[in-house]
């Protein structure tokens, strides 16, 4: 195939550093055209792939023996940062988070309070001639065993970077496993490579913590993440990790490459929460790097999900407090060609429970996967920033700082202002994550086989899409992976090797091989992968598709600018929790959107006398093409479409059932799982389009959207064996037939759920109003009912949950009823 100008280098782009076990090679931007009668380029991994002590025993000899006596690099004796991987290591780092002054407080205080309580509950006497004494003896013995307590907490959860042998091998184990399943190695760039060890040289210099904050879709984020630092020379990051993962051996081992273990969740632990303070905080002191995942877990879905704030929460009160003076942010990108995982997480977003983690799967697994072939992982690292500087700007805008805003965090102006920064910053890393980010081979594909019409590709075809889809990455800013001089017929050869036939099958004796999806659920993981570059345009194709699908002529399908902007805002509003949208307003972003659509030849603009837009149609060329770029816009869309659909018809089966009290609350995850069961019926009787529509965290997101807006209440108890209940809400609640007692097709949900419809792709074989007023309708409400009749079952049963609210429940639900309504008064804005 010649070679085509989409695939030729950026201007100024830095080439590709390909990392596979001792080796880095430079490797070219993108292809570059071979000179008249030369050998054309081999591309050359980073990593080259080790020994084999059954093919090679003397070289595997030879190669153990190198990292054992620590040879060159692998000596990871000068590194660029705070020194680790010496004896002593735990121990120095020990006795300075239980000598924190913070951690002192905490613990003078708990014992106080103890005090206080044992005072009034009579167990110390004030009469008593020797009180004072026995007061005192009291609190040093509470201080004591709290102490003790912290003393163990510590030691479980702080990361024992104690032996240099120790890492060499670990780097080799590691490297030997991960380079034999991604065979193509780890790739970084040259250029943000060079800026992070500059960067690297004057954080050390200034005794100042790098705090990497990646991007989260495998276990192998952080492995790889750990490799490069480890042979590029820096100072391995301290990594977060959830303690499901320290389970016996792994655990420990985990540990003493950098992993810090903490608990999934806090609960009300004052002496816990302290002491992981506490040790953030002497990381940062002491400018050790740090690593911690800004979505909390792995993606399921392939794209970034929202930021969770728990561990950015620490470490803006390090800044705030003035206990840390800065730290440097780096956000990271991590792609796949396959990630390994996906299949796991296609059963769990069909509803089936996460495995727990342990050894047996895990040493089954690690010796799985070295027969692997996944192609290989690209590292991204965007350009790092001060945290202090951000929380100074942030600061800057307030026009009053609230008092206590690192310590008093009861105050509602406090939090609010709290949560605002902490929201702010997530979603700037999350944007700066995705500035960065390659699009792969295997992301292309699936992108491609899951936007057409028919039912499979040809080879051509496929190649001609791919080559479409990548200068439109690229026309948008995106990166697309570097590939050094393959032509892009091997490329997509490579990605399809890599998908492998159980995702993308070929029909043979065609007269061209003819692709097709065969697991569109999975495949889906890597199409979402390249949605956020086109999401504005999506939302635009979708808002016009709400006239195209009615058919006519062309001037029929015409829609006037202020529709288009209303239904935008609609959806942009709807998927708020579900894509990361740039923060310019939505009037710049839909302005930005129209007119490189136009650019593009997809939409007609017609203008008035003043050059403002009035009207938005197909363009002709457009239509002369068969509405390929338009549909594969709405094709990225329609799936995430289909699922806040089906999650707006899940809440009419909430609506009480006739006779039944008006108060009775429903199990939260029950509910999900409802509306997930209602979703399968639906999409195999053929009132569902998209199988993806029933992924679970996507149906969970549009919950989340749900309670945000006040739609449906949840309530979650301080009793942790009671899980969070939920209630729609009396204003959404449609009527019911006084004579049958059936769902009406009426009211604010109704017309909720019918705006949704609108944009939703037109089925073969329904129209959606008719359908859903009678069906699907009666089909939420029977689900509904079982709901219902569980709960109320249930009632009085020791080992049920509680469908009732007590006292203080219903007093937490009235605060943050109330807090909501203020927080959307504060921020109704657009987020398009």
Same mark, same amino acid.
């Given at each position: 195939?010649?070679?085509?100008?989409?695939?030729?280098?950026?201007?100024?782009?830095?080439?590709?550093?390909?990392?596979?076990?001792?080796?880095?090679?430079?490797?070219?931007?993108?292809?570059?055209?071979?000179?008249?009668?030369?050998?054309?380029?081999?591309?050359?991994?980073?990593?080259?792939?080790?020994?084999?002590?059954?093919?090679?025993?003397?070289?595997?000899?030879?190669?153990?023996?190198?990292?054992?006596?620590?040879?060159?690099?692998?000596?990871?004796?000068?590194?660029?940062?705070?020194?680790?991987?010496?004896?002593?290591?735990?121990?120095?780092?020990?006795?300075?988070?239980?000598?924190?002054?913070?951690?002192?407080?905490?613990?003078?205080?708990?014992?106080?309070?103890?005090?206080?309580?044992?005072?009034?509950?009579?167990?110390?006497?004030?009469?008593?001639?020797?009180?004072?004494?026995?007061?005192?003896?009291?609190?040093?013995?509470?201080?004591?065993?709290?102490?003790?307590?912290?003393?163990?907490?510590?030691?479980?959860?702080?990361?024992?970077?104690?032996?240099?042998?120790?890492?060499?091998?670990?780097?080799?184990?590691?490297?030997?496993?991960?380079?034999?399943?991604?065979?193509?190695?780890?790739?970084?760039?040259?250029?943000?490579?060079?800026?992070?060890?500059?960067?690297?040289?004057?954080?050390?210099?200034?005794?100042?913590?790098?705090?990497?904050?990646?991007?989260?879709?495998?276990?192998?984020?952080?492995?790889?993440?750990?490799?490069?630092?480890?042979?590029?020379?820096?100072?391995?990051?301290?990594?977060?990790?959830?303690?499901?993962?320290?389970?016996?051996?792994?655990?420990?081992?985990?540990?003493?490459?950098?992993?810090?273990?903490?608990?999934?969740?806090?609960?009300?632990?004052?002496?816990?929460?302290?002491?992981?303070?506490?040790?953030?905080?002497?990381?940062?002191?002491?400018?050790?790097?740090?690593?911690?995942?800004?979505?909390?877990?792995?993606?399921?879905?392939?794209?970034?999900?929202?930021?969770?704030?728990?561990?950015?929460?620490?470490?803006?009160?390090?800044?705030?407090?003035?206990?840390?003076?800065?730290?440097?942010?780096?956000?990271?990108?991590?792609?796949?060609?396959?990630?390994?995982?996906?299949?796991?997480?296609?059963?769990?977003?069909?509803?089936?429970?996460?495995?727990?983690?342990?050894?047996?799967?895990?040493?089954?697994?690690?010796?799985?996967?070295?027969?692997?072939?996944?192609?290989?992982?690209?590292?991204?690292?965007?350009?790092?920033?001060?945290?202090?500087?951000?929380?100074?700007?942030?600061?800057?805008?307030?026009?009053?700082?609230?008092?206590?805003?690192?310590?008093?965090?009861?105050?509602?102006?406090?939090?609010?202002?709290?949560?605002?920064?902490?929201?702010?910053?997530?979603?700037?890393?999350?944007?700066?994550?995705?500035?960065?980010?390659?699009?792969?081979?295997?992301?292309?594909?699936?992108?491609?086989?899951?936007?057409?019409?028919?039912?499979?590709?040809?080879?051509?075809?496929?190649?001609?899409?791919?080559?479409?889809?990548?200068?439109?990455?690229?026309?948008?800013?995106?990166?697309?992976?570097?590939?050094?001089?393959?032509?892009?017929?091997?490329?997509?050869?490579?990605?399809?090797?890599?998908?492998?036939?159980?995702?993308?099958?070929?029909?043979?004796?065609?007269?061209?091989?003819?692709?097709?999806?065969?697991?569109?659920?999975?495949?889906?993981?890597?199409?979402?992968?390249?949605?956020?570059?086109?999401?504005?345009?999506?939302?635009?194709?979708?808002?016009?598709?709400?006239?195209?699908?009615?058919?006519?002529?062309?001037?029929?399908?015409?829609?006037?600018?202020?529709?288009?902007?209303?239904?935008?805002?609609?959806?942009?509003?709807?998927?708020?929790?579900?894509?990361?949208?740039?923060?310019?307003?939505?009037?710049?972003? /839909?302005? %930005?959107?129209?007119?490189?659509? =136009?650019? *593009?030849?997809? +939409?007609?603009?017609?203008?008035?006398? &003043?050059?403002? #837009?009035?009207?938005?149609?197909?363009?002709?060329?457009?239509?002369?093409?068969?509405?390929?770029?338009?549909?594969?816009?709405?094709?990225?869309?329609?799936?995430?479409?289909?699922?806040?659909?089906?999650?707006?018809?899940?809440?009419?089966?909430?609506?009480?059932?006739?006779?039944?009290?008006?108060?009775?609350?429903?199990?939260?995850?029950?509910?999900?799982?409802?509306?997930?069961?209602?979703?399968?019926?639906?999409?195999?009787?053929?009132?569902?389009?998209?199988?993806?529509?029933?992924?679970?965290?996507? /149906?969970? %997101?549009?919950?989340?959207?749900? =309670?945000? *807006?006040?739609? +449906?209440?949840?309530?979650?108890?301080? &009793?942790?064996? #009671?899980?969070?209940?939920?209630?729609?809400?009396?204003?959404?609640?449609?009527?019911?037939?006084?004579?049958?007692?059936?769902?009406?097709?009426?009211?604010?949900?109704?017309?909720?759920?019918?705006?949704?419809?609108?944009?939703?792709?037109?089925?073969?074989?329904?129209?959606?109003?008719?359908?859903?007023?009678?069906?699907?309708?009666?089909?939420?409400?029977?689900?509904?009912?079982?709901?219902?009749?569980?709960?109320?079952?249930?009632?009085?049963?020791?080992?049920?949950?509680?469908?009732?609210?007590?006292?203080?429940?219903?007093?937490?639900?009235?605060?943050?009823?109330?807090?909501?309504?203020?927080?959307?008064?504060?921020?109704?804005?657009?987020?398009?």
């Amino acid at each position: 195939m010649s070679h085509d100008d989409s695939f030729d280098p950026a201007a100024g782009s830095a080439p590709d550093l390909q990392i596979l076990g001792d080796e880095i090679t430079l490797q070219p931007s993108g292809y570059v055209e071979p000179e008249a009668g030369a050998n054309e380029g081999k591309e050359e991994a980073l990593m080259n792939q080790f020994a084999s002590f059954r093919a090679e025993p003397l070289q595997f000899l030879r190669e153990v023996s190198l990292y054992v006596s620590g040879q060159g690099w692998r000596a990871y004796n000068r590194v660029v940062g705070q020194p680790v991987f010496y004896p002593g290591f735990s121990d120095n780092m020990k006795s300075m988070v239980l000598a924190a002054p913070l951690l002192k407080k905490r613990i003078a205080d708990l014992a106080d309070n103890r005090v206080a309580v044992e005072e009034k509950e009579g167990l110390l006497n004030r009469d008593d001639k020797d009180y004072v004494v026995k007061r005192a003896h009291r609190r040093n013995v509470l201080e004591s065993g709290l102490q003790e307590v912290a003393d163990k907490l510590t030691d479980d959860m702080i990361c024992k970077m104690e032996s240099k042998t120790f890492i060499r091998g670990a780097y080799y184990l590691t490297t030997q496993l991960l380079t034999r399943a991604y065979h193509q190695g780890i790739h970084v760039s040259s250029e943000e490579v060079l800026r992070l060890r500059k960067v690297a040289d004057v954080a050390a210099k200034k005794k100042q913590s790098i705090i990497f904050l990646p991007s989260h879709r495998s276990h192998v984020d952080y492995v790889s993440l750990q490799l490069i630092c480890y042979r590029l020379g820096l100072t391995l990051p301290v990594v977060v990790a959830g303690d499901n993962l320290n389970f016996p051996l792994v655990g420990s081992f985990l540990q003493h490459a950098g992993a810090m273990w903490i608990r999934r969740a806090f609960g009300d632990d004052a002496l816990y929460t302290t002491l992981v303070q506490s040790y953030i905080d002497t990381l940062l002191q002491e400018g050790y790097n740090f690593e911690c995942f800004i979505e909390g877990g792995r993606s399921r879905t392939g794209k970034l999900l929202p930021p969770k704030f728990g561990i950015l929460s620490f470490i803006l009160d390090s800044i705030l407090s003035g206990r840390v003076e800065d730290a440097i942010i780096c956000p990271v990108s991590t792609q796949y060609d396959k990630v390994i995982e996906t299949e796991g997480y296609v059963t769990e977003l069909l509803g089936m429970p996460k495995r727990k983690e342990n050894l047996a799967d895990f040493l089954s697994g690690g010796s799985s996967i070295l027969s692997l072939q996944l192609g290989r992982v690209d590292v991204r690292f965007h350009e790092p920033w001060s945290l202090r500087k951000f929380v100074d700007e942030q600061l800057a805008r307030l026009p009053k700082i609230p008092p206590g805003l690192d310590t008093d965090h009861r105050n509602p102006e406090v939090r609010a202002v709290r949560e605002k920064m902490l929201r702010t910053m997530g979603y700037k890393v999350l944007g700066d994550i995705n500035a960065v980010s390659v699009v792969m081979p295997t992301a292309l594909i699936g992108t491609v086989l899951l936007t057409l019409r028919g039912r499979g590709v040809g080879k051509q075809e496929l190649m001609r899409r791919v080559e479409w889809l990548t200068a439109r990455v690229r026309a948008k800013g995106g990166r697309v992976a570097h590939f050094g001089n393959a032509p892009l017929s091997e490329i997509v050869d490579r990605g399809l090797e890599v998908l492998g036939k159980d995702l993308v099958g070929v029909v043979e004796g065609l007269p061209e091989p003819t692709y097709y999806a065969v697991d569109r659920f999975q495949l889906s993981f890597y199409r979402n992968m390249t949605i956020h570059l086109f999401i504005y345009e999506a939302l635009v194709s979708v808002a016009m598709y709400t006239r195209v699908k009615l058919g006519g002529g062309p001037s029929m399908q015409d829609i006037s600018y202020t529709d288009l902007r209303a239904h935008v805002l609609f959806l942009s509003s709807l998927f708020r929790g579900e894509f990361i949208f740039a923060g310019a307003g939505l009037a710049t972003n /839909l302005d %930005n959107t129209l007119r490189g659509l =136009e650019h *593009d030849n997809v +939409v007609r603009l017609d203008r008035d006398a &003043d050059g403002n #837009i009035t009207t938005i149609g197909l363009s002709h060329e457009e239509r002369k093409a068969g509405r390929e770029n338009y549909d594969f816009y709405c094709f990225l869309i329609w799936p995430f479409i289909e699922a806040s659909w089906l999650a707006a018809v899940s809440l009419m089966g909430l609506t009480p059932p006739p006779g039944q009290d008006d108060d009775i609350w429903l199990e939260q995850n029950k509910v999900q799982n409802s509306a997930q069961l209602l979703g399968k019926t639906l999409y195999h009787q053929g009132d569902l389009s998209y199988f993806e529509a029933v992924n679970k965290e996507t /149906l969970k %997101n549009s919950y989340s959207r749900f =309670e945000q *807006d006040q739609m +449906v209440h949840v309530v979650k108890s301080k &009793d942790p064996k #009671i899980p969070p209940r939920v209630q729609l809400d009396a204003s959404w609640r449609p009527s019911r037939d006084p004579r049958t007692g059936a769902l009406r097709a009426d009211g604010k949900l109704w017309d909720f759920t019918e705006k949704i419809a609108s944009a939703r792709r037109e089925g073969k074989n329904r129209r959606d109003g008719a359908t859903v007023s009678s069906r699907v309708l009666h089909l939420t409400d029977e689900l509904g009912r079982k709901l219902y009749d569980e709960a109320v079952s249930g009632e009085g049963a020791k080992s049920k949950v509680p469908s009732r609210l007590n006292s203080e429940e219903r007093a937490m639900l009235e605060r943050s009823v109330g807090e909501a309504r203020l927080r959307r008064k504060l921020e109704g804005r657009a987020n398009l």
